[in-house]
């Protein structure tokens, strides 16, 4: 079993909104980047694999087995939302003294040394702490009951550039431990082309792709050109456009192929956030006609 979390056809249907069936696995060892615009299905995706929402179908399998039980779940899994998840009344060294008595694995040297290297203070109520030392409390104790999988959802958004990288380095550190994986979503992208090895997109409750960055990367690309040549391009060839003034950006799967296809065209890599900003806005504008989609 190379995987520690297997999702397979997750639907949950809220109003106009529905989860579409959404699978993807997440290797051992590995960090996961989850992406997609607001209202995407990103916390619909992570509450109904933690069981906090009820799903319609679909399976959610941890280390090759059903994950149903919350025991199961308090110990191996640990999670970060973007929000409160302590009391407030709460100081972080009680926080402490109450894990330690709740996770069989509670690592108190490595809570002690996280409190530090965040400059969290140890008797301060939690809710005298600024918002980013409350996310980097909870990333503090997550990490701290070592769980085999950690789950954030936007957890590092509210964190300065420096706390970030900082904690994505703790988070590197975290996978080299076998098997411990993580699974992130995130609206700073950048901090993914950092960390993550493998990206999973979701527009509009489908999964667009989920795929190792690297492969990412070296398939993707987009074509740049005037409309003379955009109008030779094979329609199949293309996943999302957008015209740029005279030129069009065009966004292909297999940037080699589309290099030997279209012979007179630039063909560029494309950073993820380019990449999502051509499926979201080209399908939003559609009805402006400046962008267009073709899948
Ligand atoms: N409890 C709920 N009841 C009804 N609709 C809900 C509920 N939770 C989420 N939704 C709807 O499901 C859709 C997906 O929401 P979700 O929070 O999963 O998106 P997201 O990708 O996490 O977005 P964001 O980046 O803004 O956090 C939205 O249309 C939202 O309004």
């Known amino acids: 079993m190379d995987e520690i979390l297997q999702i397979k056809d997750l639907t949950k249907k809220y109003g106009d909104f529905k989860l579409d069936q959404v699978s ?14 607001n209202g995407a299905g990103k916390s619909t995706t992570i509450n109904a694999i933690l069981g906090l929402i009820k799903k319609d179908k679909g399976t959610v399998r941890f280390w090759g087995k059903e994950l149903d039980s919350t025991i ?56 005298t702490l600024s918002k980013g030392m409350k996310m980097k409390l909870s990333i503090a104790a997550a990490l701290s009951h070592r769980p085999k999988l950690l789950i954030l959802d936007e957890a590092t958004s509210g964190l300065d550039p420096v706390m970030r990288d900082d904690i994505l380095e703790i988070f590197a550190g975290f996978v ?92 560029d890599t494309i950073s993820i956030e380019d990449m999502l900003l051509m499926y979201v806005k080209g399908e939003q504008s559609n009805e402006e006609s400046h962008f267009k989609r073709f899948i």
């Open 72 to 127: 199961q779940i308090k110990e191996n899994i640990g999670v970060v939302f973007d929000g409160i998840n302590f009391y407030e009344t709460l100081t972080p060294e009680k926080v402490g003294k109450i894990c330690a008595a709740a996770y069989k694995q509670w690592d108190n040297p490595t809570y002690q040394n996280l409190l530090e290297r965040f400059s969290i203070p140890q008797i301060k109520e939690i809710k």
């Open 176 to 267: 080299k431990e076998e098997g411990r994986s993580i699974l992130m979503s995130s609206h700073i992208t950048t901090d993914l082309e950092k960390v993550a090895d493998y990206i999973t997109f979701i527009h509009r409750g489908r999964v667009i792709f989920s795929k190792r960055k690297s492969d990412l990367y070296n398939g993707y690309g987009v074509i740049r050109c005037e409309s003379g040549l955009f109008e030779k391009v094979d329609k199949a060839d293309i996943l999302a456009c957008r015209k740029d003034g005279t030129r069009w950006n065009i966004l292909v799967g297999d940037k080699e192929k589309a290099k030997r296809k279209y012979k007179n065209a630039m063909v």
């Open 24 to 37: 993807f696995s997440i290797p051992k060892g590995s960090i996961m980047g989850l992406i997609g615009e």
